[in-house]
């Protein structure tokens, strides 16, 4: 779970709907919000793009008047500048709180990591050139996300010397994570026959099998060296990390979603033995999957 402890040191409560503790850095500024009653359509916008994350609760997000949609712990998304946020908090309470993050970003910062990304990222297939207009993305539920927001709130909320060097590198890294995931949103939205989403497309629909580096090699028809290296370029983790976070992101769906036992999730998403799902899950989540379902029951 997120350690807020150093937060709550310096943060005064003023406000019971939208509580907004501040903490800047050179070129960043975190916001942490905080709602401890239930409320509906509370406005808030931004000047600069921002990254919005939840922390605890739940909210029901609508941006520029799109589509609503439920946004829980764990998940991210990338807001334009002036974009428009109405917000509802259907579960909001004093002893459980809705706690979310926002992230705003100079621009000049988010154009520099962009031109490194374009340099240097190399993705199968594609040979597009981002821009500071393509910072909106969709809905982001990725681990390696989650784990550079809890650093984010490490750094911002203690009173290190090196605050803003540590912030630097944080933040290049999770724009650069960002923009891969959004790339890889859109090689698999336009796949046509590219051979890494085709074989993102293989593993999702045998997760519940045994699945290797060389079966999948072989599918794509490169040698195993190649494929390795294409699928790290192309997805930014092994096949191998690649296919424990969809077992698990499934597992998730699974517990809160259905009546399954978790011996009979194990089974379903790949992991056959139910000790080493729990230590899996577990090392992924913080927590066991029982845990898990405690706490989020069927809201997740």
Known sequence: MLNLASHYHYRKLEDHVENRTVYSARQAELNIFETHKMADKVALTFNVPIIASMLTGKKVMQIDNGQKFDFY????????????MLIDFPEATESNPTQCLALAIDTDKITDVISTFNE??????????????????????????HDLVERLVAVFTEDHVSKDIFADFIIRELLIRLLQSESRRI????????????????????????????????KAEMSKSH????????????????????????SKDLITKTSLSMEEISRVTG???????????????????????KQFGAKY
């Not at 240097?120 to 990725?142: F, I």
């Not at 698999?188 to 997760?207: P, V």
């Open 120 to 145: 240097k990222t190399y993705l199968d297939g594609t040979s597009r050139e981002w821009t500071l207009n393509d910072m909106t993305a969709a809905l982001v539920k990725e681990q390696t996300i």
């Open 227 to 250: 494929f390795f290296r294409c699928f790290r370029n192309t997805f930014g983790k092994s096949p191998v990390e690649y296919i424990n976070d969809a077992r698990i992101n499934k």
């Open 73 to 84: 712990p764990g998940e991210s998304v990338v807001l334009k500048s002036n974009s428009q």
């Open 187 to 218: 090689l698999m939205s336009e796949a046509n026959g590219n051979r890494m989403a085709l074989i993102i497309q293989y593993i999702n629909d045998k997760l519940s099998d045994p699945l290797t580096v060389d079966d999948l090699a072989m």
């Open 271 to 293: 992991f056959n033995n139910l000790s080493y799902f729990i230590r899996q899950f577990k090392k992924h989540e913080s927590f066991t999957p029982y845990q898990f379902k």
